[in-house]
């Protein structure tokens, strides 16, 4: 079932700005998982470009990652039963110190 949330969204295309924005959801794509939120990876290495300031973002998030990471990510909550929510606010807050830029959401 597809569900609508306020997500973070950060482009691998460094010419493209990190926003909030709403976006429709759904099916199985790779997740990173942290304590009330995860990523949605897109990408796969051969097809897309490297997302930097997404693979710096989930590490000053508290994740310790190896592998890079390729193509937009996408950053929503979770609740304890692993349902969707909208974007924590502290990760906004984070995305808005790391990429110095006000995010609305």
Known sequence: MDASHYALVVPA???QTVHVRHVELGGGIE???GDDWFARLSGSGSRSAPNVR???FIREAGIDIEDAIYGT????GHENAGVETDVPRHLIRLAEQLFDMPLAA
């Open 73 to 76: 990510v996408i950053f929503l």
């Open 31 to 33: 997740r990173i998982v």
């Open 13 to 15: 295309n460094l010419n």
């Open 54 to 56: 997404a693979e710096v």
